[in-house]
């Protein structure tokens, strides 16, 4: 038993890739979350002195914007959105009650964003700079929008060190880099560093679920262990890409077999790999298609609509008032199957409180689609 005779441990491994994570879930569920299990039980019997598990700032979900997640906030809750951090999240509160239940002496650290010499090509930085260097696109979810905190390894080693050289039992450490970036603004940065044009960013279909701002509050780290990030996004990117450059032997070899099969799936045939995701369950929504109101008319038909739903401009953001215009909605719903669409289709005119929404349905054929075919129909006159 590898732990056997050891003093601490450190928890490293996992899972890592948010992409991989939602077109199978299952890997990320058993490696992060019964591993770590298994990993806990392991260091309980064996009675190990101290437990650091690496997780990340993922756990924290989706910021608004502007903020910064801090360990100890009432603000920031573990409210992941994706497979992986879900699952990261699930490990992270698995460690806390073994620390409060069996006292196991465990520490959790959560880190913002990675890059540095020798990280897998599928993560979005040496993607990013590996289709610079071969001239190829640089395909960018969505509008690009998203923001992330970069942190060098090196220093997110140091921090790990630091935990658990000095770090309080049961306590949660942020170690985030100091800057927030745009993914598209990273890309556009990384061109220029490399000399390519500008010309090879290229948008494709956002990842479902994506979220919009991962940062961080260091505070805590800073005040009790003397930590800070040493290595400037500059000088950590310049020589990233020089890593680059220097070991195309290895980065050939990472880049072929599986990983080939992987960039086909994800970037080279996006559209039909998201289609057999977003097909298989409900619409994926992400912070922004929650705080942004829908817009206020569907624009096409198809046989595949059914659902109606008339919703208020801030249903998601005051839950009363959601709760009684998905009543409203639902009597008017009701009437409409009464045969009364147009009185429907007049209180969605006069109240400009109310938005129309679809939803996607299966059954083309559904009586529900029937009603949803002639609500257009009769909304677009
Ligand atoms: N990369 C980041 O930006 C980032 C940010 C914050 C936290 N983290 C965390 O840091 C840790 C390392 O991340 P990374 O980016 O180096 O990921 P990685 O995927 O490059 O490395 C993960 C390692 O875990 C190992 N592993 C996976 N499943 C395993 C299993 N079932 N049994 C034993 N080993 C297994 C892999 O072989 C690999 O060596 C992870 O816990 C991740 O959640 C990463």
Same mark, same amino acid.
């Given at each position: ?22 077109? %199978? ?14 990993? &806990? ?8 002195? !101290? ?8 756990? $924290?979900?989706?910021?608004?914007p ?23 999240? /699930?490990? %992270? ?10 006292? &196991? ?25 590996a289709s ?10 969505? %509008?690009?929008?998203q ?31 100091? =800057? ?6 990273? @890309?556009r ?6 000399? !390519?044009?500008?010309? +090879? ?20 780290? *800073?005040?009790e262990?003397?930590?800070? #990030?040493?290595?400037?996004? =500059? ?23 599986? $990983?080939?099969?992987y960039?086909q799936?994800y970037y ?5 790999s998201?289609? @057999? ?5 409900r619409?994926?929504?992400?912070y922004?298609?929650?705080?942004? #109101?829908?817009?206020r008319?569907a624009?096409? $038909?198809?046989p ?5 739903? +008339?919703r ?5 953001? !005051?839950?009363? @008032? ?13 009437r /409409?199957?009464?045969? *009364? ?15 129309f ?8 054929g /559904? #009586? ?8 257009? @129909?009769?909304?677009?006159?």
């Open positions: 038993m590898a732990m056997a005779g050891r003093q601490t441990v450190v928890h490293f491994a996992a899972e890592s890739h948010v992409d991989r994570s939602i077109y %199978d879930p299952a890997p990320m569920i058993e490696t992060n979350v019964t591993g770590t299990f298994v990993l &806990l039980q392991i260091a309980r019997r064996l009675h190990v002195e !101290k437990f650091v598990h690496v997780s990340t700032d993922e756990a $924290y979900g989706d910021l608004p502007g903020t910064f997640a801090a360990e100890d906030s009432e603000d920031s809750l573990v409210q992941p959105s994706s497979p992986y951090s879900a699952s990261k999240a /699930s490990s %992270d509160l698995i460690v806390r009650s073994y620390v409060r239940t069996f006292g &196991l002496p465990a520490i959790i650290t959560r880190a913002s964003n990675n890059y540095g010499p020798f990280q897998h090509p599928e993560k979005f930085l040496p993607l990013m700079i610079a260097l071969d001239d190829k696109p640089l395909p960018i979810y969505g %509008d690009g929008k923001e992330r905190n970069w942190l060098h390894v090196q220093d997110h080693c140091r921090g790990i060190l630091a935990v658990l050289e000095r770090g309080r039992i049961g306590e949660v450490y942020n170690i985030g880099g100091a =800057d927030v970036v745009e993914n598209l603004t990273m @890309a940065r990384l061109l220029r560093a490399t000399g !390519k044009p500008q010309s +090879l960013i290229s948008h494709v279909a956002d990842r479902p679920g994506h979220d919009r701002r991962y940062a961080l509050n260091c505070e805590k780290i *800073q005040r262990l003397g930590w800070k #990030p040493t290595i400037s996004l =500059d000088d950590g990117l310049r020589q990233t890409i020089e890593w680059h450059r220097s070991y195309t032997k290895w980065l050939t070899e990472v880049r072929g077999g599986h $990983y080939r099969t960039y799936k080279e045939n996006r559209g039909s998201l289609h @057999a995701i977003t097909e298989s369950g619409k994926p929504t992400s922004l298609a929650r705080a942004i #109101p829908q817009p008319k624009t096409t $038909y198809s595949r609509t059914s659902v109606l739903f +008339l208020g401009k801030n249903a998601s953001r !005051k839950p009363q @008032a959601a709760r009684t215009i998905r009543h409203r909605q639902r009597r008017l719903l009701h /409409s199957l009464g045969d *009364q669409i147009p009185a429907a289709i007049t209180r969605l005119r006069r109240n400009p409180r109310l938005v929404q679809q939803r996607r349905s299966h059954e083309s /559904s #009586p529900a689609c029937q009603l949803g075919a002639r609500f257009h @129909a009769e909304l677009a006159q």
